[in-house]
Structure formats: C-alpha cells, structure tokens
C-alpha cells in the first residue's frame, strides 16, 4: 500500500520531468522559451502560491523559529564544512569556495520546492515552505554578496553591502508576495472571491509548468569543470544537508508533520541564483552549473527515498 501511494504521489513529478526533457529533446520547447515561461513562473505563480498559502493562515504559524533554528542551522554546518573541505583538499580560491559552498546551500525552493512540498504535503508542507522561504533569499544572498565583496576589498562598508542587497531584493516578487499575504493575514483583509479564484488558478498552474521547465532544463546540460568538486557541492546540498536538518530538528522537538517538509526542501537541488551568483562574480561558473546538474539528478534519486520514509508513515 505504502508503495502505490508513493507511486501515485511521486509519478506525476517524475512524468511531467520526463515530458518536459521529451519537448525540449525533440525541439518543441526552445531555450528562448525555457527562459520565458521561467519568468512568467517567476512573476506570477509563484507568487499567487505564496500569496494565496500565507494569506490564509494566522501569522504567528509563519514566524516558526524552531523550523528556522533547524533548517538555517543545516545550512550554516553545511556551508563551512564545504567551504573547508574545497578550501583544504580541491585548491580553490577563497572567493570560488565562497561561490560554490553557496551553490551546496540554496535550494531552489521556487521552480521544484512548491510543487513536490505541494503535492506530497498538501497546504500544511507549503505553510513550511513559506516559513522558510520569507528569509532564505535575503539572508542567504546577503551573506555571500558581502563575503565575497568583502574577499575582494576588505576595506569595503558592509552596511553599504546589505543595503545594496536588500534594496535589490524589495521588488522581488516573491518577497511582495510574502509580504502581501502577512499584511493580508495580520489584518484579516478580505480577499474578494474574484481574486480569490483567479489567484486559485495560478496557484493550481504552478506544479505542472514549474516541473515541466525542471525537465526543459535539464536538457542540453553537460558536465564541466572540475568534477571533484562538483560532486562534494552536490551531495552536500542533497544528502548532508537534509540530514542536518532531521538531526536538529529532532534535537529541538519539531513535530514530524512540521520537519518533513523542511527535510525535503533541505534535499532540493540549488536554483538558478547559484549560477547567477557565479557569472556575476565571474568565479567557478561551470563547477557551479554542474553542481545545479548534479544535484538536480541525485535529487530524483534521494527524494523518492526520503519521501518513502517522511511523507508515508
């Protein structure tokens, strides 16, 4: 039984994966479209997601330090373990460690987090997801926008840096929407049922086109660079790091239904900004494109498991 439903819950991820490489491998879905329904994701369903999910719950259930304690704590031990082990056994600089540790950080909560959060926890895993991600973009780019600034002149100001970094981040959409939805939430705004509904419908588009450009996306990749330390970035972000977060968690006495989600948002692949993050700075681009590609296809094999054991108890 435990397997029919895993089979049920997981084959529609997998399959609008596969289809989504199929279009892209026989030609019918293109880069320059890849990229644009990636922004239109962006732009609108994502947001309605977060919108809609926050708005309809009491605040106080979104401000979860506990949920915060085990998943940035994950992320903070994974961060400098890979740091050292690149610094002290790959020969990287101090900036490409910097670059690639946050590539083993940042998952990519948006495009694959919300759709597999969603459709293996229902609205109680995106409650969690939310809780994680009103932070994980401010804090996390932050971070490693003043270290590796800091790395280039350390005369530098970091205040001017966080204002910098903050101010790029307010027009973000996802942060609006974060926002819009607590606003909404602490005043208990009434929402009309127009929007209600329209907002509905970008929600229930989000999981099949988000994963359809998962596996667009995929297609066409290669492997570049140095492999070695790829693969540490990578099984860092997929296994260590949800590991550390069940560890913590347990430790803290997070309930299951509230750590689960949190477990398989720490085991997702890093997102685009890893790269971005790595062709801004002009540093470990293509170790870091190939971390993105490795974990992404690790992460279809750990997921699965990990759900075997979070999601089907």
Known sequence: MMLINLVDQLGPIF????????????????KASIAGMTKMTFWTLIPATLFVTISANRVSELFNLSIWIAYY??????????????????????????????????SNIGMLGIPVVDILFGHQGLLVLATILCIHAISLLTLTIMLLEWTRNRSGNPAAIVVKTLRAQICNPIIVAILCGVIVASFEIPVPQFATTFLGMLKSAMPPIA????????????LRGNLGASIIGAVAKVCLMPALVFVIGMMLGVPMQSLAPAIIIAALP??????????????ARER?????????????IVLPVLAIFLAFD
Not at 270 to 283: D, I
């Open 15 to 30: 399959l609008l994966v596969a289809m989504g490489y199929g279009l892209a491998k026989i030609g019918l879905v293109e």
């Open 73 to 106: 704590g994950a992320v903070a031990l994974t961060a400098i373990s890979v740091f050292i082990v690149l610094r002290l056994t790959k020969g990287n600089s101090t900036p490409e460690a910097i670059v690639l540790a946050f590539g083993a950080i940042f």
């Open 211 to 222: 994963l359809l450009l998962i596996g667009a996306g995929i297609y066409g990749q290669k």
């Open 270 to 283: 890093p997102g685009v900004n890893s790269v971005l993050m790595a062709s801004t700075y002009e540093t």
């Open 288 to 300: 870091t494109a190939t971390t993105m590609l490795v974990a992404t296809v690790l992460a279809l």
